[in-house]
């Protein structure tokens, strides 16, 4: 198979670099038929996580398939180079390792392509949590620092993080995670999460996106009965207006006909 230029794109974006320096890449916003589906919604794991991923296409019920690139090989499609097919999910990884960090996208039964997704996976130290696709405006945003040694089992956010956007702090958490309530077009921007002793996490991208147009709102009821109200006495002067036309057509016929019947002038033959 000769490689296009997309494949080269991506394969560039991660020979570049180490698994564990996978460069982050802002997922792009752009609306295709074909889009990719990633259980749980992050970007950033620990070693020994399971991920699950699909593809969703528009133009067919077959979904489409999932492929990456990573900094040992590419152009692999799920579940034939890696993972498995489990029950719900065409295309899993149970048990995670850094030579999974890579490019991940669907690419549908014509050919189109996903926007592309950065996967990384770490052994230890600190990662943040963030939504890998983009959020609508207006919606609840949460963002959580964890941490993970190699002893440990499970990764814990119980931990002081401080938290940054493009590189300036934006506040402090006691708990390891930052909340938004109602996220903006504003809060979009490369975000990360440190601890003075444990570290900080590599930076992950929070896109957000405008609320799909609202449908056309229906005629509410005082409007519906004003309308009415207004265009009742209308219809009801251009029936009266049609009922005495017809009346008045009605007497003139009748006067025709006794002037007239049949040749005669008021009931006397015409000399």
């Given at each position: 198979m000769e490689p296009t230029p997309l494949y080269m794109l991506f394969l560039s974006s991660v020979f570049c670099c180490r698994p564990s320096q996978v460069l982050t890449i802002p997922y792009?916003?752009?609306?295709?038929?074909?889009?990719?589906r990633i259980s749980p919604s992050r970007s950033q794991f620990f070693k020994y996580e399971s991920v699950s991923l699909s593809c969703e296409d528009q133009g067919s019920s077959?979904?489409?398939?999932?492929?990456?690139n990573t900094?040992?090989?590419?152009?692999?499609?799920?579940?034939?180079?890696?993972?498995v097919a489990t029950t719900g999910s065409p295309c899993s990884i149970q048990d995670t390792f850094?030579?999974?960090s890579g490019v991940y996208w669907c690419e549908s039964g014509s050919g189109e392509h996903?926007?592309?997704?950065?996967i990384t996976v770490h052994e230890q130290g600190v990662i943040l949590?963030?939504?890998?696709?983009?959020?609508?405006e207006g919606q609840a945003v949460t963002l959580r620092c964890l941490y993970k040694d190699k002893e440990a089992t499970k990764p814990s956010s119980n931990f002081t993080a401080a938290f940054?956007?493009?590189?300036?702090?934006?506040?402090?958490?006691?708990?390891?995670e930052m909340n938004i309530p109602a996220v903006s077009t504003s809060d979009a921007g490369l975000y990360k999460c440190s601890n003075s002793e444990l570290g900080g996490s590599p930076e992950s991208w929070l896109a957000v996106r405008a609320p799909p147009p609202a449908p056309a709102p229906l005629l509410s009821l005082p409007r519906l009965l004003c309308s009415i109200l207004v265009t009742c006495p209308y219809l009801v002067v251009t029936a009266l207006l049609l009922e005495m036309c017809c009346r008045s057509r009605g007497e003139t016929t009748r006067q025709s006909r006794r002037v007239c019947p049949g040749?005669?002038?008021?009931?006397?033959?015409e000399l």
């Open positions: 792009e916003a752009t609306q295709t038929a074909v889009s990719l077959a979904g489409g398939r999932v492929r990456r900094t040992k090989r590419w152009l692999e499609e799920c579940p034939a180079d890696w993972g850094p030579h999974d996903s926007p592309s997704v950065n949590e963030s939504p890998v696709f983009p959020v609508i940054y956007k493009d590189g300036s702090l934006v506040r402090t958490e006691a708990a390891g040749g005669t002038f008021n009931g006397e033959e």
